[in-house]
């Protein structure tokens, strides 16, 4: 069998994820603070410490830089198996959607994407990243819960999850009333109330 040559060495410096998290820090804090036109290259590269062109050598623009910051702050849904309840855990993970969206940095990146065209590399992650993830967990979660007897059937699955999703998108959109856990929870009990 004859020898695999070795991979050639990769190009340029090695990529430090200590930079990377600095940069991601200092935009999630222009986000918090002045919102998505704070966030600058210039802006991101005097906060994290380094240079524009470090910041390029990660991401395109700064846009991109905000939505990676979004997506690494709410972190990954859990709809593995755990101790407690799927209906425990599907309110958990839904608050925690709740919880990205009400803060400064998740209005920021609805704006981003409200302004944006749909089929723009920012709509495909927030939608792919951060949207299809949740709503996989959250489905993942619902399946146990009726599997399991703990809420009425809905008669569509995917729909009661549209419904909960689309509720939660639109507060954030229009911004006429707060993204809150109660809402989440008052969400679950009208698409999915629990059985008697």
Not at 69 to 78: I, K, M, R, V
């Amino acid at each position: 069998m004859p020898r695999q040559a070795p991979a050639p060495p990769a190009r340029g410096r090695p990529r430090d994820p200590r930079t990377r998290a600095a940069i991601l820090a200092a935009a999630r804090a222009l986000l918090d603070k002045g919102g998505l036109t704070a966030v600058t290259i210039e802006a991101i590269a005097a906060k994290a410490g380094v240079s524009r062109p470090t910041i390029y050598r990660y991401w395109p623009n700064a846009a991109a830089v905000a939505m990676a910051a979004f997506l690494e702050a709410s972190g990954a849904p859990s709809a593995g198996r755990s101790s407690r309840s799927p209906l425990t855990a599907l309110r958990s993970q839904l608050h925690a959607v709740a919880d990205a969206f009400a803060a400064p940095t998740g209005r920021s990146v609805a704006a981003m994407v409200a302004a944006a065209q749909s089929e723009t590399e920012l709509a495909k992650a927030f939608r792919n990243e951060f949207i299809a993830r949740n709503r996989d967990a959250a489905r993942h979660l619902l399946e146990r819960c009726v599997a399991e007897r703990l809420v009425a059937p809905p008669a569509d699955l995917d729909l009661a999850l549209d419904l909960v999703f689309g509720a939660l998108f639109y507060r954030l959109l229009m911004g006429h009333a707060p993204i809150t856990r109660g809402f989440v929870d008052q969400l679950l009990d009208a698409v999915v109330p629990e059985r008697a």
